[in-house]
């Protein structure tokens, strides 16, 4: 396929990294309006695809490019507040469709590419590319499979890094990202869903802004943007969930950690490790009977991006549904509710107390 890459940042030259390791795909085009961005990606992809790439076009918009450039596919990567118009255009064609995460950074844009995104030829696919990581795919498959017995409680967490510099750090104001649980815990928000097979009722988060970036100063502004939070998701089949996010963590040993507990055992599984962990319930004093896996990912995988080999899998299944091989597996539906979610723990936060889901969609 022959893919545009719409927004040439860090998203961008992971994808341009692990389309590389996928014979027989090229990138046909870059848009971007800054220049410093387009050069890295150039770089990008003369050191993945080989120098003939000088020869790829670039555009500062979408318009132009869609104006000169033939191509089946395409990634947008561009700043969550420019999700909504560059979608616009493209649902407006028959390309195929990638939009990382969030799919916009307001409910009402959300509600408006759902909207506008059926009936078209090309698939429409939201990066949510956490449910592709391997140790976490055969987590999500274990539950399924009645490992776990019936799910009661299902933990996240993520002890990590702060935001990385942006151009201009547009990442460091809810205004332009939705707010960090929209902008970071989309990804969270979807697959709880995806492991608890329900809907969310209602959200409580506790969250601040308490360590990082607080010297910061953009126009005399302080960043805003939650730093930590605690949030409880109650979903309609009983089952209740929670998110522990920190972003002043960057010596954790594990990144990311997934627990799920139900009435016949606990299942763990951590990122980087890939160790998956499952602890059957056993009468109190008798001996455990843990069993342990390294949920293991190719070495040139894991050096083609940031998400632990994520990426690399999420676009083999987005080829697939592309070429009609298999379905759409994140749909912009999907895309919805993650943000829905994340907007309800932002009020939560602010307001501190519970919000239903019924009070911020249609």
Known sequence: MRFALVGTGLMAQEHIRNLALMPGNIVAALVDPEPAS??????????????ATA??????DVPSMLAAVEADAVIVASPNFTHHDVLLLLLATDLHILCEKPLCATIADAEDVVARSGGRRGIFWVGM???FMPPVTRFIE?????????????????????????????????????????????????????????????VFCSGAADVNHRDERYDGQ??????????????DNGVRAMLDLCMFAEGSEEQESL??????????VGIPSG??????????????????????????VLAAGHHHGATYFQLRAFLDAAEGRAPVQVAARDGLIAVAMGAAAEISAREKRVVGMREIRA
């Open 222 to 235: 302080v960043p805003d943007i939650i730093d930590n939070s605690f949030t409880i998701v109650d979903f």
């Open 142 to 202: 274990d539950v399924h499979a009645g490992q776990v017995g019936t799910l009661h409680r299902l933990a996240l967490h993520e002890h990590r890094f702060p935001f990385l510099p942006k151009v201009g750090d547009w990442n460091r104001f809810n205004r332009n990202t939705g707010g960090t649980m929209v902008e970071k815990c989309c990804h969270f928000f979807d697959l709880m869903r995806a492991i608890v097979r329900a809907e969310p009722v209602s």
């Open 55 to 60: 020869e790829i076009p670039d555009f500062a």
């Open 129 to 131: 590319e956490y449910r």
């Open 259 to 268: 627990v799920a507990i139900g009435d016949r055992a606990k299942l763990e």
């Open 275 to 300: 160790i998956k962990t499952l602890s059957p319930r056993v009468p109190l004093g008798a001996p455990k009977a843990v069993t342990r896996e390294h949920v293991a990912v190719g070495d040139d």
């Open 38 to 51: 387009l050069a890295w990606a150039r770089r990008s992809l003369a050191e993945s695809f080989g120098p």
